[in-house]
Nanobody, 129 residues
Framework: QVQLVESGGGLVQAGGSLRLSCAASGRTFSSYAMGWFRQAPGKERAFVAAIRWSGGSTYYADAVKGRFTISRDNAKNTVYLQMNSLKPEDTAVYYC??????????????????????WGQGTQVTVSS
């Protein structure tokens, strides 16, 4: 069983920054691909960013490209989401997710929530205008 615990959410003014962390336990972390998703009230869960086990391949939603950076530290079993230039529309609950042993198909499916095997409980990010 894999457990994912997010942290780092909070309230920030527009233009500010936050760094989210997701600590994983239960299996060899380097075997996972990791994703970040977000869900605003009344909306579906949406892809934000993803990273393969080696960190060499990263993927971003157009809405966050150039502002958010995903990274991972396999020694610490942790994935990060650095969020800069935050906007009110970034307000949501942010979830991290893990995909065990991603195949070559992952490059085409990373943005779908159904791709992932495990989810964290979420952390709230609120950006005030």
């Amino acid at each position: 069983q894999v457990q994912l615990v997010e942290s780092g959410g909070g309230l920030v003014q527009a233009g500010g920054s936050l760094r989210l962390s997701c600590a994983a336990s239960g299996r060899t972390f380097s075997s996972y691909a990791m994703g970040w998703f977000r869900q605003a009230p009344g909306k579906e869960r949406a892809f934000v960013a993803a990273i393969r086990w080696s960190g060499g391949s990263t993927y971003y939603a157009d809405a966050v490209k150039g502002r958010f950076t995903i990274s991972r530290d396999n020694a610490k079993n942790t994935v990060y989401l650095q969020m800069n230039s935050l906007k009110p529309e970034d307000t949501a609950v942010y979830y991290c997710a893990a995909k065990l042993y991603p195949s070559t198909y992952y490059s085409g499916t990373y943005s779908s929530p159904a791709t992932y095997d495990y989810w964290g409980q979420g952390t709230q990010v609120t950006v005030s205008s």
